[in-house]
């Protein structure tokens, strides 16, 4: 279809008006509510979530308060986030300093916060006989606190039955204060 | 009874006597041109354009020949050839074409030719009763596309139409309307003018001089038509008998008309068969200026009612939307108050389930590392040595690599099939091997890795 050239500019001015009278329609009346909406759908999404969290955590709540006054006493502790990293230091240097080994460096790691708890941690490097390490790991196995060994590395020495270690040790705490808001 | 059609042509034709023809899926007559405004207000009858039909005699006719490739072309020279043919000025006047043949680089064209000043008086006598016509044309143009069919210009016809007061002929050559004549009957009857009407037709075929096969149409009511047929059987080879459009009263129920508007009927019918024939699209009399003055107002109607759409559609949209948001503010707000008052419960209860996870999870595979040192020492061989071990556990899992020497190498390949009876590392793969010379021999240095997947809490 031919179009003579003045008609041809004409439908060229009318289509680009249109194409702008749509864009700047489009970005304010119709783009604010489409933001609007995406907003409110996630909202709305999370909200439904929460409820079924919710309901959900309303359904076990006998469960769990029966199992959690179990593990209370071992999870509460009393004091700062310091003074909790120095009780755990000196729990372990009770375990250790019944036996013969000896401790070459004790290095506190970063506290890992997690919502309703936090993590300290640990690495202890020592050497000794193979026997005292077995009974360190033995006693941190059988402690009634909540700690644990998760990594540990060990090379034998020169002297027959010596070995040197390093451990990387954990103990969960309850958080100060109890965090406000999400479920 | 009461016609309530909305087609989208509807025509008029105005009979001598003052009443009105309408034409919209049928021929209507209404009595005087009042009653048939008052149809046209109350929207008892409706279409979208308008088209009436003006007597020939209020325009001068011209056969013009241009050196125009179509119609198109054509109709734009006229308005510079006019002038030379016509003493007034071409601002007085307003005319259309229609093609009648073409002649190698020249396009013979039959003009009508109407004053302004006439066509005036017809609008505004039309605008008084509410009609705005799109079209304007001449009777006999309407009352040809009446009669033809499909038929090509270049044949010859002899249209007869029989009204009870008069016979209109129309004699047609290669398109035009080369004669109309109007034989009377009034004061007589039919049988006593069958001789002079024969007569007439036959002189009429003789002027039309064409080598062609002539062919008869006749329009007339149902019972004289068999009998006028038959007149005229000797003298043509090709007759056609046509149907006339069936009249009907607007008012009244009855419908006999004795023979009166047929002609009328006619060109209403005609007027709205011509609208669909693309060579009379120049033969609207109703001047450039009024065409252009109706195309910008349509245009101007179209862009508003596509804005208004465009304005509507986007409000609608909004609206959509609004609503949608609303709704969904509204269910938010709703799950929100439903929420709170056991928010605070819920809380509680998470915090005390995450603990004890966590509890469960620090508390899991206790004695573990014990057990496996107990193991290694239960089921390692005698001639494996082990110089380094590595421990680490996640989640559920944990892994022990070791790093030790063996007498030979199959000592060291066997150390995997030592642990098989191992609970904890029966999974042990030797991962490399390699013969290191001593002096005095050689050691074998090995490395070893096991995953354990944790179920004892």
């Known amino acids: 279809m031919s179009v003579a050239p003045k008609k041809r500019e004409k439908l060229l001015v009318i289509f680009t008006a249109a194409v702008l009278g749509s864009i700047l329609l489009f970005t304010t009346i119709i783009d604010p509510q489409l933001k609007k909406h995406k907003a409110l759908s996630s909202k709305f999404s999370q909200l439904k979530l929460d409820l079924t969290k919710v309901r959900g955590n309303l359904l076990m709540k006998d469960r769990i308060e029966k199992a959690y006054s179990q593990i209370e006493p071992l999870i509460t502790t009393q004091g700062n986030q310091q003074q909790q990293i120095s009780d755990f230091t000196r729990l372990l240097d009770q375990i250790y300093s019944k036996l013969n080994v000896k401790i070459r460096s004790v290095k506190i790691l970063p506290v890992a916060d997690e919502n309703y708890y936090q993590k300290l941690s640990i690495r202890i490097e020592m050497t000794g006989p193979i026997k005292d390490f077995l009974k360190f790991i033995e006693n941190v196995e059988q402690h009634q606190e909540p700690i644990r060994i998760e990594q540990f590395e060990l090379t034998s020495q020169e002297t027959a039955d010596t070995v040197m270690t390093s451990l990387f040790i954990s103990k969960i705490t309850s958080k100060e204060n109890k965090p406000a808001g999400k479920i | ?457």
């Not at chain 2, 006019?82 to 006047?93: A, C, D, K, M, R």
């Not at chain 2, 019972?223 to 009244?252: C, H, T």
């Open chain 2, 1 to 457: 009874m009461r016609y309530i059609k909305k087609p989208k042509w509807g025509s008029i034709k105005i009979t001598s006597c003052g009443s009105v023809i309408a034409y919209l899926s049928s021929c209507i007559y209404f009595e005087n041109i009042d009653r048939f405004a008052d149809a046209v207000k109350r929207k008892q009858i409706y279409a979208k354009h308008w088209i009436i039909s003006i007597p020939d005699n209020l325009c001068i006719t011209k056969i013009i020949e241009l050196p125009a490739s179509d119609i198109d072309q054509a109709y734009k020279m006229l308005e510079f050839e006019l002038s030379s043919y016509l003493p007034l000025p071409i601002e007085e006047l307003v005319y259309g074409c229609m093609p009648i043949s073409r002649n190698e680089n020249l396009l013979k064209v039959l003009v009508y030719i109407l004053k302004v000043k006439a066509l005036e008086d017809i609008l505004a006598k039309l605008k008084s009763i509410g009609i705005k016509p799109s079209r304007v044309m001449v009777d006999s143009v309407a009352a040809k596309s009446w009669f033809s069919n499909d038929e090509k210009n270049d044949s010859a016809q002899i249209n007869l139409l029989f009204n009870n007061k008069n016979t209109i002929v129309f004699a047609i050559k290669d398109g035009i309307v080369q004669r109309q004549d109007d034989i009377s009957l009034e004061n007589t009857d039919l049988e006593n003018q069958r001789e002079y009407i024969i007569e007439q037709i036959n002189n009429t075929a003789t002027e039309l001089a064409t080598d062609k096969q002539i062919t008869l149409k006749i329009a007339a009511s149902q019972n004289i038509g068999e009998k006028i047929k038959s007149w005229f059987n000797g003298n043509f080879n090709n007759i056609e008998p046509l149907e006339l459009p069936q009249l009907n009263s607007f008012d009244k129920e009855s419908n006999s008309f004795n023979g009166k508007f047929i002609f009328e009927s006619v060109v209403a019918q005609g007027l709205v068969k011509s609208v669909e024939n693309p060579e009379l699209k120049y033969l609207n009399l109703l001047g450039q200026k009024v065409i252009k003055k109706a195309h910008q107002k349509q245009f101007i109607k179209n862009s508003v009612a596509t804005f208004v759409l465009a304005i509507f559609t986007i409000f609608s949209l909004w609206l959509n939307f609004v609503v949608m948001n609303w709704r969904i503010d509204y269910v938010c707000h709703k799950l929100a108050k439903e929420i709170a008052p056991i928010k605070h419960i819920a809380i509680d209860v998470e915090s005390k389930h995450q603990k004890l996870k966590a509890i469960e999870a620090q508390l899991s595979n206790r004695k573990q590392i014990s057990e496996i040192f107990s193991q290694l020492y239960k089921y390692s061989p005698k001639n494996i040595s082990i110089s380094q071990m590595s421990y680490s556990s996640k989640a559920d899992a944990a892994s022990v690599n070791i790093k030790g020497q063996a007498d030979t190498l199959s000592s060291a390949f066997e150390y995997s099939n030592a642990m098989k009876n191992s609970e904890l590392l029966n999974s042990i793969q030797i991962i490399n091997a390699q013969q290191i010379p001593k002096p005095g021999g050689s050691i074998v240095e090995f490395k070893a890795e096991c995953t354990m997947k944790g179920n004892s809490k």
